[in-house]
């Protein structure tokens, strides 16, 4: 075979190769930071910026709130699904506490929690809004405190479920700062191992 017809396909099959190579590490990546932050929605009613800075288990970085929400809330993070697939099945996670933690020299200002139960459904097939279920409301007033445990020994046992997603749930905390310019750092949820 002559040289001009090798070269080019033996570069297209090289550049293939790389780009699968490619494709393929960054996808890797890309599943691996969704098993530890999912993309599910957060909302942050006050327009204050930075929302995502309380799932990035980084305490440094902050959500500080810069205006009153003219809605019941001022954010919400949906967190975790109820649920997790083996291969076969959806088993049920057990969740221990919802951790909230002071941003780096201030302490937790008072704020109302109304924890979320919403309907994990495909919004594309469905075409509404996943429903809501409140599971318990948590007043707190404490001052000075950096970082406070909310248990979650309210939430109902969830059963092992074959069909997604009947009885799967997107666990939903809710927030309203009850001060003109609260600032949070962290918000996490500690799952039973």
Known sequence: MRPVIVIPIFSAIVLVLFGNYFLISGTNKKIEGYKENPPFR???????NGLSLLLDK????????????PLDFD??????????????????????????????????????LRFLLRESINVDKELRMPKDKIVFVYPFQEKGKKQISIPLDKL????MER??????????PEFKIESQNGCLAEVTLKEKL
């Open 58 to 69: 980084n305490p440094s970085t902050v959500w500080r709130k810069i205006r009153n929400s």
């Open 75 to 112: 954010f919400f993070l949906e967190m975790k699904l109820s649920h997790v697939w083996d291969g076969e099945v959806f088993q049920p996670r057990t969740f221990q506490s919802l951790d909230v933690e002071a941003c780096p020299g201030e302490t937790i200002p008072p704020f109302t």
């Open 163 to 172: 069909d997604y997603p009947n009885q799967i749930f997107i666990l939903t």
């Open 156 to 159: 109902p046992k969830f059963q």
């Open 42 to 48: 957060i909302e942050d009613a006050t327009a204050s």
